[in-house]
């Protein structure tokens, strides 16, 4: 499930995060949201759900709360509330070409909620495997975006390679001219 994460940080980057990289962005809506996170899952047929951008935004923001609760608590709260409300259902599945492996998809019915229970067990499987404190926000100037820490040590802050290469030059700068 683990393969999830990287898709749902780019959802609620997409949709939520009006800073990134140390540049404004607007966050796409509607349509322009559709297409563009339908692109990143490489599934075109996202686009016909019906009112799929506002259901992607929702989605979007409610794995933003989760992914940024203060306290363990309530970000298994927040998890937990996303599992029931998609109806996450684990089934196997085999894909052309690849041996069974297992889904979440939840049961409401579009292509939106599927992924809502994907990523909601995705989320809690990380917090079984990893534990509670694998999640967070950018640390680096002019950025809201929000990441998903799988490496070893666990000891990621910031979104992106770029931002890291951001961080440590503002770093430098202030260590030579405080
Ligand atoms: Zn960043």
């Avoid at 917090?127 to 990621?156: K, M, W």
């Amino acid at each position: 499930m683990t393969r999830q994460a990287p898709l749902i940080a780019e959802l609620v980057n997409l949709a939520t995060a009006r800073w990134r990289g140390g540049a404004s962005v607007r966050p796409p809506t509607g349509e322009d949201l559709v297409t563009a996170f339908a692109a990143q899952l490489g599934k075109p047929t996202l686009r016909s759900v019906p009112d799929a951008g506002p259901r992607l935004a929702e989605l979007a923001a409610e794995l933003r709360r989760a992914l940024l609760a203060d306290r363990p608590a309530d970000q298994a709260a927040h998890i937990n509330a996303m599992i029931r409300r998609y109806g996450a259902q684990p089934y196997l599945v085999e894909d052309v070409g690849q041996p069974f492996h297992l889904h979440f998809h939840g049961s409401g019915g579009t292509q939106v909620e599927a992924l809502g229970g994907e990523f909601a067990t995705a989320l809690a499987l990380i917090v079984d495997g990893y534990g509670p404190d694998r999640f967070g926000a950018c640390e680096a100037h002019q950025c809201e975006a929000v990441y998903i820490d799988l490496t070893r040590n666990g000891s990621r802050r910031y979104c992106s390679a770029a931002c890291t290469a951001r961080a440590k030059t503002a770093a430098y700068r202030s260590r030579r001219h405080p």
